[in-house]
Nanobody
Framework: QVQLVESGGGLVQAGGSLRLSCAAS????????MGWFRQAPGKEREFVAA????????HYADSVKGRFTISRDNAENTADLQMSNLKPEDTAVYYC???????????????WGRGTQVTVSS
């Protein structure tokens, strides 16, 4: 069983930055593609970013390209999302997810965190 715990959410003004972190309790962290998703009120959950097992490849939603950066530390079992130039439309609950032996563009994630709230004020 894999447990994922997100941290780092909060309230920030438009144009500001936040760094989210996901801590995974798992022995074989580098067997998992790690992804970040978000869900705004009244909207469906959407993909934000993903990173490959080794961390050498990444994939982003068009809406966050150039503003968000996903990274991972396989020694620490963490996956981070650095968010810059935040916009009010980035306001959402952000979820960390893990896909066992998945591809970078998989839509099948096996484990999910409980989420962390990000609110961007205008």
């Amino acid at each position: 069983q894999v447990q994922l715990v997100e941290s780092g959410g909060g309230l920030v003004q438009a144009g500001g930055s936040l760094r989210l972190s996901c801590a995974a309790s798992v022995r074989t962290f580098d067997d998992y593609v790690m992804g970040w998703f978000r869900q705004a009120p009244g909207k469906e959950r959407e993909f934000v970013a993903a990173i490959s097992w080794s961390g050498s490849n990444t994939h982003y939603a068009d809406s966050v390209k150039g503003r968000f950066t996903i990274s991972r530390d396989n020694a620490e079992n963490t996956a981070d999302l650095q968010m810059s130039n935040l916009k009010p439309e980035d306001t959402a609950v952000y979820y960390c997810a893990a896909s066992w032996l998945g591809s970078l563009t998989t839509d099948k994630y096996d484990y999910w965190g409980r989420g962390t709230q990000v609110t961007v004020s205008s």
